[in-house]
């Protein structure tokens, strides 16, 4: 047993395994010792971390630390205005951390939930309800249709039994179970069809089987145990931040100590120096960055929420945006999740069915050319075997108002029973056959259900001229049962060569990943005693075939056109079959033209790590993969540098979800257990909406960015201006009331603005930025340094021109530093329209964002009121500036953003000449 598995096992071998009889199931005795050996049939948790300490570990952070700082500092100022803020601040950041963690903790809880809450078993030969918790290996269970299967089984006996394990395998369609061992080394999850699975759901049949796995031991146990071990990465943008304060704690520190000393040597006094010198220190912590960064993270969650994204975690919004790959699921995400007939074959024709999804509207066509079928017998007679051997129904699910279409309504529909006898209700529908229609004409007098070894459907029907029997099923075990054929109206022989025909049809419609079933039927004699399949399946007249997918969504083929642009890799991975991937895949563009590997998970399974680390790029599809094999391509993509966005919505998916760099569940058809995994959760699990989504957090990234460089760039320029007048033995340039004046009021408003300005129109035609790309990557750094160096000059130029009119009056100095002041104001104003872009001021219309304006025009008149308010003229040791000043502050104000915004055009210009060609035609022209 230690070398073989259990589907390799016979039912004989399950049984002898556990020493149980199948009739009577195990004794008390034996239950005892295997309730003692292998422990109770539950999914364990971990030892959970108390929501305090969950809490306090929210003020760990490095920049939380450093606000902590600044609250000390502005409290010694007396600036407690200051200091209340960036205490709200802290403490609105630690609920939020607090609320997110907590939310994710769930996932293990959502997961014990998919669990049956009972089992009935066989017993010391009785059949008894008891706990699914106080179940153990060697149980025999018996379930059927609608119960949920409470442990691993090993199936014994199977009657039309059917499951549905989307959830842990990701296959679109219920599986049919069976008894038979399966002779294979490595069978994937999705193929070990006499097994059943914790937490999966019995659509139809009946079933025994025996307990094999209990607890986390099961499959459901193992991915638990994955979701425990798996760590959640720590965001860019969280890495980010932290680099950022240390670098700016480093730097402020350094400088102030800088200018302290330099004043202080010069002659300026020691205690208003160090006030200088602190005001100074609290203006170049950026403290508002964090509060500017969650508003603009959450004004961009309510705009995800209207382009159907559901942000669970504020910073995979920023994540999302440099995003290098997407690994989507196929069914409902990349697909339709409606299983659709698109092609039929009769009569040597190949047939094209219109029309989307469970929507009875269609044509079917031949080369393009809409046939009139109820003028063609034999696609009348398909169409009437698709409807009358059918248990699906069609049914109207929602009416929406169109207010944009005179309200008018728009009805969706839906399908109840399996997708594949919906698709053929469907079919039928589309040119007026209907369930409704047929059944005056016809009544059901009994069916031949479906199993795994008959691989076929019938029904039988009575009508006014007698019986007919309706049959479908898979092609080449229906032919067997055929010896005539519905050929361009007339029942004729089934000869080899006609046999050849539909064989080679059927092959050539599975290769394009067609799910093809074949249909027949025949009247029965009014003498014929028809009891079983034997009486009723034989002699059968074939009509045709019918090939139906899960079609592709319209809008993402041009999503992932979108994505390869945008430098990002799309990725299928799924639990479907690799041929049906592969040409998925490939219809969608995913698969490049030059050629790309489709890998399964039984070639995963057999590479080493390093291997699949060699091979991992060159893959565009991972098809029948388990949910180890999910983590393992997050980890590897991982290893390779990549920012992963792993999309699902089964519990398989949950680990991989919470591993990826961000994790993306399905609002419609994802588990519980995959939204508390995930980051983001799709409400129409449309892939379209992944791209919306990069799209909105590379937007929110680049705003994080254009307010960084705003406020260092002034932060700079503050500091410089105080450095260099006290390194040339200048008086203050600006007092300490001026300078946390111009850090509350100029830094506040306009950054903030600028935290939801519009994304630039190329946004999505650049590569993703490198996952540990420093915050001052792209020339940011030296935007930052070179506008702060000549704002810097600029305030201290218009300084010391009004400063040597009378240097040792000191109202003229009160004089001069309110122009300094009011230069540095509006130089940091004008710049603010300069870091809207990443070329030049001149390249955004400065109106586009309103609130930006707004801003700015509510802190030019705060400055006016500082300087004509008396009451405020004391304070904030300012005078009113005449039309001179003004001119001089307005010239000196605008030399920074309009000296770099002039080199950005020229530099264009040459550019532009440098790639005119000449040649000896061109001149002769």
């Not at 009875?360 to 034999?378: C, R, T």
């Amino acid at each position: 047993m230690s070398h073989r598995k259990w589907y390799q096992l016979s039912t004989d071998e399950t049984l002898e395994t556990y020493r149980v009889n199948a009739s009577k199931g195990l004794s008390t005795k034996e239950i005892a010792r295997n309730q003692e050996e292998y422990g109770q049939n539950v999914i364990i948790e971990k030892q959970k971390i108390s929501p305090i300490t969950l809490f306090l570990n929210q003020f760990k952070d490095f920049m939380v630390l450093v606000l902590v700082g600044a609250v000390l500092i502005s409290g010694l100022l007396g600036e407690f205005l200051d200091a209340i803020t960036i205490i709200a601040i802290i403490i609105m950041n630690g609920i939020l951390g607090f609320i997110q963690e907590f939310r994710a903790e769930r996932s293990l809880r959502a997961l014990k939930e998919m669990s049956a809450p009972s089992a009935r078993v066989i017993r010391n030969g009785e059949e008894i309800n008891i706990k699914a918790s106080e179940l153990v290996p060697g149980d025999m269970v018996l379930i059927s249709g609608g119960d949920r299967i409470p442990a691993d089984l090993r199936f014994i006996e199977t009657h039309g039994l059917h499951v549905e394990e989307s959830a842990l395998t990701g296959e679109s369609v219920s599986v049919t179970k069976h008894q038979e061992a399966i002779d294979e080394d490595e069978v994937p999850l999705g193929d070990q069809r006499n097994l059943g699975f914790m937490g999966t759901m019995v659509t139809k049949g009946t079933a025994k089987g025996i307990v094999v796995k209990t607890g986390m031991n099961t499959e459901m146990g193992k991915i638990a145990d994955l979701i425990q071990n798996t760590e959640s990465a720590e965001t860019p943008l969280q890495h980010r931040l932290e680099q950022l304060g240390k670098i700016l704690i480093a730097l402020s520190i350094g400088l102030t100590i800088m200018v302290v000393i330099a004043g202080i040597l010069h002659g300026q006094p020691t205690y208003g120096m160090f006030l200088a010198g602190v005001s100074l220190a609290v203006a170049a912590i950026p403290e508002g960055l964090p509060a500017i960064v969650t508003i603009a993270l959450a004004l961009g969650v309510q705009r995800m929420i209207k382009r159907k994204a559901i942000v669970r975690k504020l910073p995979s919004v920023e994540t999302l945006g440099c995003a290098s790959i997407i690994c989507s699921d196929k069914t409902g995400t990349l697909t339709q999740n409606k299983m659709t007939v698109t092609h039929l074959w009769l009569e040597d024709r190949i047939l094209e069915v219109s029309g989307d999804g469970y929507r009875p509207a269609g044509e079917v066509k031949h080369n393009g050319k809409s046939l009139d079928v109820q003028k063609d017998a034999s696609i009348r007679r398909l169409m009437q075997i698709s409807v009358l051997c059918n248990n699906a129904s069609l049914q109207k699910t929602t009416e929406k108002q169109d207010k944009k279409r005179n309200n008018t309504q728009q009805t969706d529909w839906g399908i109840e029973g399996d997708p594949t006898e919906g698709a053929l209700l469907v079919l039928g529908a589309k040119t007026g056959m209907t369930s409704a229609s047929l059944q005056n004409l016809y009544q059901r007098e009994k069916e031949l259900p479906f199993d795994s070894e008959r691989k076929r459907m019938s029904v039988i029907v009575q009508h006014q001229g007698g019986k007919l029997v309706c049959t479908k099923g898979a092609p080449d075990l229906l032919l067997e049962r055929c010896s005539y054929v519905l050929w361009e109206g007339k029942i004729t022989p089934l000869n080899d060569q006609l046999k050849k025909k539909v064989l080679a049809a059927n092959e050539a419609m599975a290769r394009s990943a067609l799910r093809v079933l074949g249909l027949a039927y025949r009247d029965i004699k009014k003498t014929e005693n028809a009891q079983d399949d034997e009486d009723v399946e034989h002699n059968l007249i074939f009509v045709g075939l019918t090939g139906m997918i899960d079609p592709p969504r319209k809008e993402v083929h041009e999503a992932i056109f979108k994505c390869k642009k945008a430098g990002i890799k799309t990725v299928m991975i799924t639990g479907d079959h690799q041929t049906t991937a592969d040409a998925i895949a490939r219809q969608l563009g995913i698969v490049p033209k030059g050629g790309g590997l489709t890998i399964n998970g039984k070639q995963i399974a057999e590479m080493s790590d390093d291997d699949l680390d060699q091979t991992i790029d060159d893959v565009y599809v991972f098809a029948r993969v388990s949910p180890e094999h999910k983590l393992r391509i997050v980890k590897s993509l991982q290893r390779k540098g990549h920012v992963v966005a792993m999309t699902g919505d089964g519990v398989n998916d949950a680990p991989a979800i919470k591993a990826a760099d961000i994790g993306i569940a399905m609002g419609i058809t994802g588990t519980d257990v995959s939204k508390e995994a995930s980051a983001l959760v799709l409400s129409d699990d449309n892939f379209t909406t992944i791209v919306s989504a990069i799209e909105e957090g590379r937007g929110i990234y680049e705003n994080i960015r254009k307010f960084i460089r705003y406020l260092l760039a002034s932060n700079v320029g503050e500091i410089l201006t105080m450095f260099i007048a006290m390194m040339m033995g200048m008086p203050l340039p600006l007092v300490p009331i001026q300078i946390l004046w111009v850090n509350l009021v100029t830094d506040g408003l306009p950054a903030m603005a600028l935290g939801v300005d519009q994304a630039e129109d190329d946004l999505m035609q650049q590569k993703p930025r490198p996952a540990k790309e420093n915050i001052f990557g792209r020339r940011l750094g030296w935007k930052i340094i070179s506008r702060g160096i000549v704002i810097g000059i600029c305030t201290l130029a218009a300084f010391w021109i009004i400063l040597r009119e009378n240097p040792g009056d000191p109202e003229n100095l009160v004089r001069a530093q309110t122009v300094a002041f009011s230069t540095l104001v509006m130089a940091q104003l004008i710049h603010v329209f300069d870091c809207r872009s990443s070329h030049s001021i001149f390249h955004r219309n400065i109106f586009q964002n309103m609130y930006l304006v707004i801003a700015v025009v509510s802190s030019v008149l705060l400055l006016l009121g500082v300087l004509y308010i008396e009451a405020l003229q004391p304070i904030f040791k300012t005078v009113g500036l005449g039309m001179t000043e003004w001119s001089l502050v307005l010239v000196f104000a605008g030399i920074p953003s309009f000296f770099f915004g002039a080199g950005s055009i020229i530099k264009k210009m040459f550019r532009k000449k440098k790639t005119i060609k000449f040649s000896p035609k061109s001149m002769a022209r």
